[in-house]
């Protein structure tokens, strides 16, 4: 049973599943509904725990004896399998599948993984979690909701945001749910019962933000166009490569041949000049400062013209 981060409090009061597997990429969201498993399952009775690091070619035959060896006065047990990679291999993925269809009342298994792609998501062990216990898929938060987010959260600390020093925040720990999470703690210290606007905010809150590739191809796709140079900044910051990021731009070149994009099929070979233009910048071909022609193409992408120069 697939259940979001926000609904897993209601799954836990309910009733405790025999597995529960969380992943994701966002590590608050992932640690807190860990969290939230642990301490039901302490109240449950669950006094013993059991973690074990699973990396590639990692032997499962500890992970069998924590699960095998209970006597009838051992206390119930909850074995914790971390799964950085999500790809236990075939004989984990038969071991994981194994511990649950064994049934056995004394163990509750808790796997916590990164953010499993389309094939990850298809192996045998996340179906029999699926099955039989409580999958918890930990998305990050989209950018247009990142706001709303925020507040809910800082209404639960006690704190009020006026909507400007809300979009700042936003703005400042996008992608970073953790960095965001510990300024609205930080800010409950010191600031509880007042309404927290942006002078109150600017001075404190440094940008924490993280941006991934593909929140650059949604900002193009959505005519964000500030908001596309803010993340190729971020996205130049953490050092990304310039080809992975004009890989992402190309691929939503690839949309507006296909017709998923606001501009049109007339606009494709100014659009494919740009990309070569920063291509060969990039490898050394071309007299100009790769990042600078990718944001041309992120701007140009976003539907704000930018003629080319006279010769590529």
């Given at each position: 049973?697939?259940?979001?981060?926000?609904?897993?409090?209601?799954?836990?009061?309910?009733?405790?599943?025999?597995?529960?597997?969380?992943?994701?990429?966002?590590?608050?969201?992932?640690?807190?509904?860990?969290?939230?498993?642990?301490?039901?399952?302490?109240?449950?009775?669950?006094?013993?725990?059991?973690?074990?690091?699973?990396?590639?070619?990692?032997?499962?035959?500890?992970?069998?004896?924590?699960?095998?060896?209970?006597?009838?006065?051992?206390?119930?047990?909850?074995?914790?399998?971390?799964?950085?990679?999500?790809?236990?291999?075939?004989?984990?993925?038969?071991?994981?599948?194994?511990?649950?269809?064994?049934?056995?009342?004394?163990?509750?298994?808790?796997?916590?993984?990164?953010?499993?792609?389309?094939?990850?998501?298809?192996?045998?062990?996340?179906?029999?979690?699926?099955?039989?216990?409580?999958?918890?898929?930990?998305?990050?938060i989209a950018r247009d909701k990142l706001p709303a987010w925020l507040g809910a959260r800082a209404r639960r600390a006690g704190l009020t945001f006026d909507p400007a020093a809300l979009a700042l925040l936003a703005d400042r720990t996008e992608g970073n749910l953790l960095a965001a999470q510990q300024e609205i703690d930080r800010l409950a210290l010191v600031a509880r019962g007042t309404t927290i606007g942006v002078a109150e905010l600017a001075g404190s809150v440094a940008s924490s933000a993280r941006y991934d590739v593909f929140a650059l191809g949604d900002a193009a796709r959505a005519g964000q166009a500030a908001r596309a140079l803010r993340i190729l900044e971020g996205l130049r910051a953490e050092g990304v490569e310039a080809t992975l990021v004009l890989w992402a731009l190309l691929r939503e070149m690839r949309r507006v041949l296909q017709g998923g994009s606001r501009l049109s099929r007339r606009d494709y070979p100014r659009l494919v000049e740009r990309a070569a233009r920063a291509d060969r910048a990039i490898k050394g071909r071309l007299q100009a400062d790769g990042w600078d022609e990718i944001a041309l193409l992120a701007v140009n992408l976003c539907g704000v013209p930018f003629p080319l120069p006279r010769q590529i």
């Open positions: 049973m697939k259940v979001a981060p926000e609904g897993l409090a209601a799954q836990l009061a309910r009733t405790l599943s025999p597995v529960y597997l969380v992943s994701g990429d966002e590590p608050l969201l992932v640690g807190e509904a860990a969290d939230a498993v642990r301490e039901r399952a302490r109240a449950a009775g669950f006094t013993e725990r059991a973690v074990h690091f699973i990396e590639r070619g990692s032997s499962w035959d500890d992970v069998r004896a924590d699960t095998g060896n209970l006597s009838l006065f051992a206390a119930r047990r909850l074995v914790e399998l971390r799964m950085p990679t999500g790809r236990p291999g075939a004989a984990g993925s038969a071991a994981i599948v194994a511990l649950i269809e064994r049934h056995d009342p004394d163990t509750l298994l808790l796997i916590v993984t990164g953010r499993l792609d389309r094939d990850a998501q298809g192996a045998a062990w996340v179906r029999a979690v699926d099955a039989q216990g409580v999958w918890v898929n930990a998305w990050p």
